[in-house]
């Protein structure tokens, strides 16, 4: 079983920039694909970018792609989401997740194990 936290979160004015940090314990992180997600109030879990297992492959949804940038340090066991340009829609809470095959996929119910997630909010 792999444990995760996320860190980094915070209040942002919009076009400002967070980095958020997603650090694994109790296994190492180079075997999983990890995904980020968010989920706003009274909004459902949404996929947000996700990256393989070798950091070669990496999938962003629209709503951020060209924006956010997703990498990943397997020898720190910790994948991160740099979020550049951030607009007050990107408020939510930001979750990491980990699936044990090499396919990045969107549906949550897809990932294994997920971090207690981090809080941004991005301010007018």
């Known amino acids: 079983q792999v444990q995760l936290v996320e860190s980094g979160g915070g209040l942002v004015q919009a076009g400002g920039s967070l980095t958020l940090s997603c650090a694994a314990s109790g296994r190492t992180l180079s075997t999983y694909t990890v995904g980020w997600f968010r989920q706003a109030p009274g909004k459902e879990r949404e996929f947000v970018a996700g990256?393989?297992?070798?950091?070669?492959?990496?999938y962003d949804a629209d709503s951020v792609k060209g924006r956010f940038t997703i990498s990943r340090d397997n020898a720190k066991n910790t994948v991160y989401l740099q979020m550049n340009s951030l607009n007050p829609e990107d408020t939510a809470v930001y979750y990491c997740?980990?699936?044990?095959?090499?396919?990045?996929?969107?549906?949550?119910?897809?990932?294994?194990?997920w971090g207690q997630g981090t809080q941004v909010t991005v301010s007018s």
């Open positions: 990256i393989s297992w070798s950091g070669r492959s990496t």
């Open positions: 997740a980990v699936r044990a095959t090499i396919t990045i996929v969107t549906p949550p119910g897809r990932y294994d194990y």
